[in-house]
Nanobody
Framework: QVQLVESGGGLLQPGGSLRLSCVAPRSIFIRYVMSWYRQAPGKQRDLVAA???????NYADSVKGRFTISRDNAKNTVYLQMNSLKPEDTAVYYCNVHVAGIGYWGQGTQVTVSS
């Protein structure tokens, strides 16, 4: 079992910024791609951003230029910096890692963008 612990969600106005954090076990963190997904009410869970162990990144088109994924290897933590937030970014955000074909998820953290 791989435990991922997320934090940082909240309620904010359009145009605001927020940073999410996800702590993973070190043995997993240093070897595997870490990702952030999100799921809005009534919609499927979609990939937001991912970062490899070497630091390579990829993003969903909808967040390019606004979100930044990064990792702190000393803290076993992956971050998602979200800027210029829009109401359509409202969702539960999940941290994810795939290990040996099995996907592990954090508990999710709610992000609500509303005026």
């Amino acid at each position: 079992q791989v435990q991922l612990v997320e934090s940082g969600g909240g309620l904010l106005q359009p145009g605001g910024s927020l940073r999410l954090s996800c702590v993973a076990p070190r043995s997993i963190f240093i070897r595997y791609v870490m990702s952030w997904y999100r799921q809005a009410p009534g919609k499927q869970r979609d990939l937001v951003a991912a970062i490899g162990s070497g630091g390579s990144t990829n993003y969903a088109d909808s967040v390019k230029g606004r979100f930044t994924i990064s990792r702190d290897n000393a803290k076993n933590t992956v971050y998602l910096q979200m800027n210029s937030l829009k109401p359509e970014d409202t969702a539960v955000y999940y941290c994810n890692v795939h290990v040996a074909g099995i996907g592990y998820w954090g508990q999710g953290t709610q992000v609500t963008v509303s005026s």
